[in-house]
């Protein structure tokens, strides 16, 4: 029998487990000087140490950026509609209104022309999501942004360590926000980390965060309970250790598929662009669906579809969108495979995975 060969897989270790024991051990294990150190110890590592903000998920984290950040009733954000519905959730959760608008075909991420055409007197800001960990294109949209005075914020949950010319993502937008949660980059079992642009942004979003407080029992604002727990936190500041090793090796397996594959449209990186491979997604133009149905049956090679309903025609958020057509995105939902490139392939995996990939496409062809 042939071994399965997973599309993602999480590696948490005997250190992070150690590092919970701590935790427990020590009788304190809701939000406290765990929380404080992995904020510290992240902003020092990915976004050169802007303030953050640690919560319990990367939707809270969106949801109160756009919160901390000015966004409500009335605004506009204009959002991809290619990316997980978190994106467009958290901008309606304000009480704004999504916006969606089409993508480019080479990155799968925000087109600006696209959103430029999509402003209007209520547009308040702009959120690109760097999908698969490859960076939106964020000098042209902060240029749009400039000259028609509107709010950037960056939705990277999937992109701990992309960089665009060497400068991070997450310190392009007002707020910029990282997911936690275990298939991505790097997990703390769940969590996000909120990276702000100023301090009055990550000031009231540590409001929001823990109910409008910063003195107890002094409430300022209405606020959530999104805490982090120290628990969650303590496996975070481990796997800060670990991360840049896993995304080297990513990295490495990317470099490997696309000098292996062939008769596939593999991912293109950007002029200046740091890609983390999150996903490493290919095109597949004929039968999508039975390509994915044969790796798996036939080869013993999991893979994922990322993501095969836009978000404007999701039951829960087409209602923003009546009538919208975005022809780019429809064409990548029907024709995008995520391929395995988690650090744990072994160069074994790697080959059975190119050589059951160039079968299926020649198959297909
Ligand atoms: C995972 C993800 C989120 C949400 O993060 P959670 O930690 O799961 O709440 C938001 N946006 C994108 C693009 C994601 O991939």
């Known amino acids: 029998m042939t071994e399965f060969i997973p599309a993602a897989k999480p590696l948490i270790g005997e250190e992070e487990r150690d590092a919970v024991d701590r935790v427990l051990r020590s009788g304190m294990v809701a939000q406290g000087p765990e929380v404080a150190a992995f ?9 050169d140490g802007r303030p953050v903000v640690a919560v319990n998920s990367g939707t809270s984290g969106l949801h109160l950026g756009l919160l901390a950040a000015g966004v409500g009733v009335g605004d506009e954000v204009i959002v991809p509609s290619f990316t997980f519905a978190a994106t467009a959730n958290s901008v309606a ?9 089409d993508i480019d075909p080479v990155t799968f991420t925000l087109d600006p022309a696209a959103v430029s055409a999509a402003i209007t007197e209520r547009t308040k800001g702009i959120m690109p999501v760097h999908l698969y960990g490859h960076p939106a294109r964020m000098h042209a949209l902060a240029e749009i942004a400039d000259d028609r005075g509107l709010a950037l914020f960056e939705d990277a949950a999937q992109a701990h360590g992309a960089a665009i010319d060497g400068r991070p993502v997450g310190t392009f937008g007002a707020f910029g926000m990282f997911s936690l949660y275990p298939t991505k980059n790097m997990t703390s079992g769940e969590g996000g980390m909120i990276s702000a642009a ?5 000031r009231n979003a540590r409001l929001l965060r823990n109910q409008g407080m910063e003195r107890q029992y002094e409430n300022e604002v ?3 309970n999104a805490r982090m727990t120290d628990i969650h ?5 481990v796997q800060l250790t670990k991360v840049d090793a896993w995304t080297e090796a990513r990295r490495r397996n990317a470099a490997f598929l696309d000098a292996h594959l062939t008769g596939v449209v593999t991912p293109v990186v950007d002029e200046g662009a740091r890609h983390v491979y999150h996903q490493y997604t290919i095109r597949v133009p004929e039968d999508r669906d039975g390509f994915v149905r044969a790796l798996k049956d036939e ?10 309903i836009p978000n404007h025609r999701l039951p829960s958020l087409a209602r923003f969108a009546p009538g919208l057509d975005l022809p780019v995105t429809e064409s990548a939902a029907r024709e995008v495979v995520s391929l395995p490139v988690h650090p744990s392939l072994s160069e074994g995996d790697l080959e059975r995975i190119a050589v059951a990939v160039n079968a299926l496409a020649g198959a297909g062809s």
């Open 39 to 47: 904020e510290q110890e992240f902003s020092a590592h990915f976004v």
């Open 198 to 202: 100023d301090d009055v942004i990550a």
């Open 222 to 224: 209405i606020g959530f």
């Open 233 to 237: 936190a303590a496996i975070g500041r």
């Open 299 to 308: 080869h013993s090679i999991g893979s994922g579809v990322y993501y095969p």
């Open 93 to 101: 959760l304000t009480g704004a209104t999504p916006v969606f608008a």
